[in-house]
């Protein structure tokens, strides 16, 4: 596997919510896109706060139903290589919406009190997307963001396995008949020369092969004695 890459972060966790915008008033829904911020980690341009429809607006402060985050994916995904960090403090019950499709719903645990879910998401397209969160219920009918990050974990493909070299089969070079062989199909002869000076063995070899061919011509081998 690969280490893990951060695709984007909007907040940083810990310290509530601090990092995001506190000035400015409630809406309906409030659209963000993903790379439009200097510093998305620590100045985010987005509410800190996520009212529920029903509930009661603030009266002061940027708030908004619903939040979309719109970031854009240069790759494709498989199943489970992106994840999804979404951590608020409150009671209500978060929804989180993906390209309209509901992703899943959270319960929070608590005024003030840190809910972390990682959020493993289906494929996904390179290309252009929509996460969008509202709440619902809860004690306040609002909650805090504490941040929100994607990740991606993205498989090193196995290695190609390097083939055995294949032994490369030794051209002999084609040889023509060795003098031995010749001599094998040949007739050897043994003359006894007795001269009274030097007394030697005469042998005598005669090829079987054609004699018009100059290398099979007879030969003539002689030993002294
Ligand atoms: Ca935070």
Do not use: C
């Amino acid at each position: 596997m690969s280490e893990p890459e951060t695709l984007w972060q909007i907040g940083r966790p810990g310290d509530g919510s601090k990092e995001f915008l506190t000035k400015g008033a409630w809406s309906e829904e409030y659209d963000y896109t993903v790379g439009t911020d200097a510093d998305s980690i620590n100045h985010p341009s987005i509410p800190g706060i996520i009212t529920a429809p029903e509930a009661r607006k603030p009266s002061k402060g940027i708030s908004t139903d619903k939040l979309n985050i719109d970031f854009t994916l240069e790759r494709d995904y498989g199943q489970g290589q992106l994840t999804l960090f979404y951590n608020f403090y409150g009671t209500e019950e978060v929804s989180l919406f993906l390209n309209g499709e509901l992703l899943t719903k959270i319960a929070g645990v608590g005024e003030r009190t840190l809910k972390e879910n990682e959020i493993k998401l289906g494929a996904l397209a390179a290309g252009k997307h929509r996460l969008s969160i509202t709440t619902s219920g809860g004690t306040n009918g609002k909650h805090a963001i504490d941040y929100l990050k994607l990740q991606a974990i993205v498989p090193i493909p196995a290695p190609v396995p390097i083939p055995a070299p294949v032994p490369i089969p030794i051209q002999q070079d084609r040889k023509e008949p060795s003098m031995v062989s010749n001599i094998q199909s040949g007739q050897l002869q043994s003359v006894l020369t007795f001269d009274g000076q030097d007394d030697y063995v005469e042998i005598k070899y005669t090829s079987n092969f054609d004699l018009t061919n100059s290398r099979n011509s007879p030969r003539l081998y002689s030993l002294g004695m």
